[in-house]
Antibody
Framework: QVQLVQSGAEVKEPGTSVKVSCKAFGYTFTGQNIHWVRQAPGQGLEWMGWINPGSSVTDLAQKFQGRVALTRDTSISTAYMELSSLKFDDTAVYYC?????????WGQGTLVTVSS | QSALTQPRSVSGSPGQSVAISCTGTTSDVGSSVYVSWYQQQAGKVPKLMIYDVNQRPSGVPDRFSGSKSGNTASLTISGLQAEDEGDYYCLSYAGSYFVFGGGTRLTVL
């Protein structure tokens, strides 16, 4: 069945970068866009962007343009989200998720903690 | 790219109906067929409840329904049950990006 498995929790210092991976199982990886969504502690969901794994075309929320890079490696059915120039308020759970339609399939989430 | 507007909280007793609104603009909710709703219970991953304004994924009870009028989408839950308690978020496509609502906490009294 469809599964999205994300990389483990990260602790990073302010100003550095983090790269979260999302490995897809159970479907044709290039067939559906992958969304990235984050949720700060006690806060709501925030859409960051998405990537078409087939073409590698991406769209990003304006807030993240210039600071987020979405990439993919089709040979291993894995999508990546890299967030640079980390700030304390980037501390959040980061989710990858797949269109089905609607965002039906979600990864388990990756906690990124920004701390000095 | 502002968040869609949802009430912070709603509540209802078991068996009652509640509606959660999601107000956007002509650039997102008002012009999109891609409005969806998500339920998130404490410590869990969000769950898709409605997609494409009013479509229910398999396995979601028909007590959950979606609609849209102008720039406002709505999620209605009829026959409230204790297990419906949680946070609800709307999401709309806006041409080249998506935007979530701020979330609504549903309390079953």
């Amino acid at each position: 069945q469809v599964q999205l498995v994300q990389s483990g929790a990260e602790v990073k210092e302010p100003g550095t970068s983090v790269k979260v991976s999302c490995k897809a199982f159970g479907y044709t990886f290039t067939g559906q866009n992958i969304h990235w969504v984050r949720q700060a502690p006690g806060q709501g969901l925030e859409w960051m962007g998405w990537i078409n794994p087939g073409s590698s075309v991406t769209d990003l929320a304006q807030k993240f343009q210039g600071r987020v890079a979405l990439t993919r490696d089709t040979s291993i059915s894995t999508a990546y989200m890299e967030l640079s120039s980390l700030k304390f308020d980037d501390t959040a759970v980061y989710y990858c998720a797949r269109n089905a339609p609607g965002i039906y399939y979600w990864g388990q989430g990756t906690l990124v903690t920004v701390s000095s | 790219q502002s968040a869609l507007t949802q009430p912070r909280s709603v509540s209802g007793s078991p068996g009652q109906s509640v509606a959660i609104s999601c107000t956007g603009t002509t650039s997102d909710v008002g012009s999109s067929v891609y409005v969806s709703w998500y339920q998130q219970q404490a410590g869990k991953v969000p769950k898709l409840m409605i997609y494409d304004v009013n479509q229910r994924p398999s396995g979601v009870p028909d007590r959950f329904s979606g609609s849209k009028s102008g720039n406002t989408a709505s999620l209605t839950i009829s026959g409230l049950q204790a297990e419906d308690e949680g946070d609800y978020y709307c999401l709309s496509y806006a041409g080249s990006y998506f935007v979530f609502g701020g979330g609504t906490r549903l309390t079953v009294l």
